[in-house]
């Protein structure tokens, strides 16, 4: 496993981190029933396969099966503490429409999901923001500030945010200096984040700022493979590593999330982690004269 230094968290984290979206939420991307007991049983294997090939980061939400999600994590990473010598890294989220004086209350029900007393990321769970909200986030008394409270006493680590989206909220977002972590969608087809050849995108901002960068989408939810399907039935290729390897050959992306809910997944993406001669040129990628 390759590990690097999530920001300015200084944590130790895996570069390739689990997904919590895809175990906890019902028919998500392919068909998929958590309630099933085989299927749990399934996920939590998962979970303790990705523990053995060195996965210290989990990413989970409230959101994700309405707290399943987050009670398989809790059962699974019950007494784990640290993972090939580093500590475990757990983050999870909150909605970024959550009153102000509701936080304390959502963060504790998180942690004892999670069976944990402290969380180390807490995440603002948001597709897209727009200028009013962000300035609503920021204010003074606000959503942002309440959470700034929870960490200075500890009971999480670190506060960032979430967005499908890299518009101007987001570069807001990442400049105001309220945040140590920003989980982006980056993919091989959602690219925006990162255009090295101008060079332009979220990730480049991200980075100046010092912010750990975690993107999501590894494989793209599963959007490119339906679309190859349509145009191409016949198609048996599997595109699942080059996808992967490609967000891993972001010299910017600290850590690639990618939902995983098979012993069989887990094991063939760490796999992917460690054959680096896998790994893409993306600026040469990116040239458009030969
Ligand atoms: N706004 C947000 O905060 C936000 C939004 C989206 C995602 N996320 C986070 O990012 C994570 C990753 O995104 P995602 O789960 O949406 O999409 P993803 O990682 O692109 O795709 C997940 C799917 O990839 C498949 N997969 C994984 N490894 C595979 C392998 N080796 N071979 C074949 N298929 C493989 C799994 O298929 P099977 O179903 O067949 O197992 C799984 O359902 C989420 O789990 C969540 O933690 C956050």
């Avoid at 390759?2 to 997904?19: C, H, K, P, Q």
């Avoid at 008394?141 to 006493?153: F, P, S």
């Avoid at 039935?233 to 999330?257: E, G, K, R």
């Amino acid at each position: 496993m390759e590990y690097t230094t999530l920001g300015g968290t200084g944590a130790i984290v895996s570069r390739l981190g689990f997904g919590g979206a895809a175990i906890g939420l019902t028919n998500y991307v392919y068909a998929f029933d958590p309630a099933d007991p085989a299927v749990h049983a399934r996920s939590i294997a998962a979970i303790e396969a990705a523990l053995a090939g060195g996965i210290n980061y989990f990413d989970t939400a409230p959101g994700y099966g309405n707290g399943l999600s987050e009670r398989i994590f809790g059962e699974a990473l019950e007494g784990v503490d640290a993972v090939a010598g580093h500590p475990l890294f757990l983050a999870s989220k909150l909605s970024p429409a959550t009153p102000a004086g509701q936080v304390r209350r959502l963060v504790s029900e998180s942690l004892e999901r999670l069976r944990r007393d402290r969380l180390d990321l807490v995440q603002l769970h948001g597709s897209s923001y727009s200028l009013e909200d962000v300035d609503r986030l920021l204010a003074p008394g606000g959503l942002v500030e309440h959470l700034a409270a929870l960490r200075d006493e500890g009971l999480v680590g670190a506060i960032g945010f979430t967005s499908e989206d890299s518009n101007d909220g987001v570069y807001r977002l990442i400049r105001s200096g309220a945040f140590a972590t920003v989980q982006l969608c980056y993919n091989l087809i959602y690219q925006h984040p990162y255009e090295p050849s101008r060079p332009f995108g979220s990730l480049f901002t991200a980075e100046e700022h010092g912010l750990g960068i975690i993107t999501m989408r590894g494989t793209t939810s599963g959007i490119l493979q339906r679309w190859i399907q349509t145009v191409n039935p016949a198609n048996t290729f599997d595109y699942t590593p080059a996808l992967i390897q490609f967000v891993l050959s972001n010299p910017l992306v600290d850590v690639a999330l990618v939902g995983m809910r098979t012993t069989d997944e887990v094991r063939a993406n760490v796999a992917l982690v460690d054959d680096t001669a896998g790994r893409i040129d993306l600026d040469q990628l990116h040239e458009r004269y030969v």
